[in-house]
T-cell receptor, first 110, second 112 residues
Framework: NAGVTQTPKFQVLKTGQSMTLQCAQD?????MYWYRQDPGMGLRLIYY???????DKGEVPNGYNVSRLNKREFSLRLESAAPSQTSVYFC?????????FGPGTRLTVT | DAKTTQPPSMDCAEGRAANLPCNHS???????VYWYRQIHSQGPQYIIH???NNETNEMASLIITEDRKSSTLILPHATLRDTAVYYC?????????????FGTGTRLTIIP
């Protein structure tokens, strides 16, 4: 039981490049989330998916798109990366009363 | 969800009880108090939650005042591995699929 996994662990992009962050969970959870964490700050919700086939915006969705590919996988796409998107990105899924977080992807946009 | 207020940092000696306070004076009757922690740069980890009764699990105890306007997370015998940022979150709903709003939390440092 791996829990929540994220790939890649680290990524450096140039401004304007695109990339997709991958997330998968093996706990059969319905809800999944993408958060970002800037230095010295708490996590902020980007997008979430309450179930397969549905997605909704969170607090900071601009510049991102998401896809809930199936129940296990929830990906986050940056179409045209900007330096303001330099951050650590965490994926999470919901159990009955708690969220389980992945190890994070550290993204730097130069 | 109600706003929560936590001290920015605290120290605690190894082996002693760490008591982390949280104010949530505007909490409503159906909002739970949740605690998560984030060790170094890892993903946050759930610790405990409660509505109005005190709660205890293998990680910690949660004491909620009778008026529910504040709470205290207690780590009974702090170890160096408990050094982390601790987040107190008021959440309207028992279910785990609520969207979490993280503040800046309390940075707890365990001193050897």
């Amino acid at each position: 039981n791996a829990g929540v996994t994220q790939t890649p662990k680290f990524q450096v992009l140039k401004t304007g490049q695109s990339m997709t962050l991958q997330c998968a969970q093996d706990m059969n959870h319905n809800s999944m989330y993408w958060y970002r964490q800037d230095p010295g700050m708490g996590l902020r919700l980007i997008y979430y998916s309450a179930s397969e086939g549905t997605t909704d915006k969170g607090e900071v969705p601009n510049g991102y798109n998401v896809s809930r590919l199936n129940k296990r996988e929830f990906s986050l796409r940056l179409e045209s990366a900007a330096p303001s998107q330099t951050s650590v990105y965490f994926c999470a899924s919901s159990g009955p009363y708690e969220q389980y977080f992945g190890p994070g992807t550290r993204l730097t946009v130069t | 969800d109600a706003k929560t207020t936590q001290p920015p940092s605290m120290d605690c000696a190894e082996g002693r009880a760490a008591n982390l306070p949280c104010n949530h004076s505007t909490i409503s009757g159906n909002e739970y108090v949740y605690w998560y922690r984030q060790i170094h740069s890892q993903g946050p980890q759930y610790i405990i939650h409660g509505l109005k009764n005190n709660e205890t699990n293998e990680m910690a105890s949660l004491i909620i005042t009778e008026d529910r306007k504040s709470s205290t997370l207690i780590l009974p015998h702090a170890t160096l591995r408990d050094t982390a940022v601790y987040y107190c979150i008021a959440l309207g709903g028992y279910f785990g699929n609520e969207k979490l709003t993280f503040g800046t939390g309390t940075r707890l440092t365990i001193i050897p």
